[in-house]
């Protein structure tokens, strides 16, 4: 099992930028992908993107132009950097891992993910 914690939420305003960041904990981090997905009041979960152990990203198709997701399989850290945030991008936000490790296709389904971090809140203001 592994452990994670975001961090880098917040409040900004619409045209801004924030960096979300997950410290994972527990196993092997290099060897999983990683996720991060998103929950907005009223709404179900979302995904936003993903990276693979290998470290290919995939995103999703509204998000890919503003945000990037990264990893650095050194300090155990996942990162999203959000720019040109929007009110709509105003959501809780979870990072996870996935489920198996070295797995070779493309996974966005909230079912390839096994560990979920409590979430950080962040909030774009019009």
């Known amino acids: 099992q592994v452990q994670l914690e975001e961090s880098g939420g917040g409040l900004v305003q619409a045209g801004g930028s924030l960096r979300l960041s997950c410290a994972a904990s527990?196993?092997?981090?290099?060897?999983?992908?990683m996720g991060w997905f998103r929950q907005a009041p009223g709404k179900e979960r979302e995904f936003v993107a993903s990276i693979s152990w290998s470290v290919r990203p995939f995103y999703a198709d509204s998000l890919r132009d503003r945000f990037t997701i990264t990893r650095d399989n050194v300090k155990n850290m996942l990162y999203l950097q959000m720019n040109w945030l929007k009110p709509e991008d105003t959501a809780v936000y979870y990072c996870?891992?996935?489920?198996?490790?070295?797995?070779?296709?493309?996974?966005?389904?909230?079912?390839?993910?096994?560990?979920w971090g409590q979430g950080t809140q962040v909030t774009v203001s019009s």
């Open positions: 527990g196993r092997s981090f290099s060897s999983y992908g």
């Open positions: 996870a891992a996935s489920r198996e490790p070295y797995y070779g296709g493309t996974q966005y389904s909230e079912a390839d993910f096994a560990s």
